[in-house]
């Protein structure tokens, strides 16, 4: 391990970051950003063999360098570090292509032990994160088969899964928006669902979710 991307707004949560880093790799070169728009010009500057990923940044997502990271540097180990722990940020992080989701209020050698084992391939998931998947496939799965869904249900799902809008669906489909409507009413009654979050824990289970264009 030897450069490591923090992408964190608050200065002391900055700091707190990058010693847990130095803990869990001594001989790691920390490089830091503290917005969407500084942690992508980071990735376009250096390679990284890790980025902790806050989401909640001043000028927008960190899924955005999350997804770039993804794209342009497919073997960095990118782990989300955040205070959110709802379905929707998870799930949004995990659609992305996230190896790890971990909060900030676990307690910090926790966290050096899980960022040791993450760059060994282990996911790095909160505990209170593992349980809130394990309690989604307890309360969804198993859900209908894979195959009741057709192809352009699937394909519907998986630009869902990437965040897409309905408006941007129909756009990438070269069909109509009513069209795209009534294909995620077909998924979402297939599938036993009723939100998009619950959508994207299907096409990430599916393999549908993760992004192949800029």
Same mark, same amino acid.
């Given at each position: ?40 010009? %980071?990735?376009? &500057?250096?390679?990284? *063999? ?15 360098? +999350?997804?770039?990271?993804? /794209?342009? %540097?497919? @073997?960095?180990?990118?782990? !989300?570090?955040? !205070?959110? #722990? ?5 799930? #949004?992080? +995990? =659609? ?24 060994? #391939? ?12 394990? %309690?989604?496939? /307890?309360?969804?799965?198993? =859900?209908?088969? *894979?195959?009741?869904?057709?192809? &352009?249900?699937?394909? !519907?799902? #998986? ?11 129909? /756009?990438?489909? %070269?069909? @109509? ?8 009413? *077909? ?18 289970? +599916? ?8």
């Amino acid at each position: 391990m030897t450069r490591v991307l923090i992408v964190e707004d608050l200065n002391e949560t900055l700091r707190w970051l990058s010693g847990i880093v130095t803990a869990a790799f001594p001989d790691a070169t920390v490089h830091e950003a503290s917005s969407q728009s500084a942690g992508l010009a %980071q990735c376009a &500057r250096a390679n990284y *063999d890790l980025a902790l990923i806050d989401l909640g940044l001043p000028d927008g997502s960190g899924l955005d360098v +999350l997804r770039k990271l993804r /794209q342009t %540097q497919p @073997s960095a180990v990118c782990v !989300v570090t955040t !205070v959110m #722990g709802d379905d929707a940020s998870i799930v #949004g992080a +995990l =659609s992305a292509g996230a190896h790890g989701y971990l909060l900030k209020e676990q307690p910090r050698d926790l966290l050096v032990m899980q960022l040791e084992q993450v760059v060994a #391939g282990i996911p790095a998931l909160a505990p209170s994160v593992a349980r809130r998947i394990m %309690q989604h496939f /307890q309360r969804t799965g198993p =859900s209908a088969p *894979d195959d009741r869904l057709t192809v &352009r249900e699937r394909e !519907v799902l #998986g630009l869902i899964g990437r965040g897409l809008r309905n408006v941007e669906v129909a /756009q990438t489909l %070269q069909l @109509s928006e009513n069209t795209i409507a009534g294909y995620i009413k *077909d998924v979402y009654r297939k599938l036993g669902i009723s939100s998009r979050a619950e959508a994207s824990w299907h096409a990430a289970r +599916l393999g549908l979710g993760a992004p192949d264009r800029d």
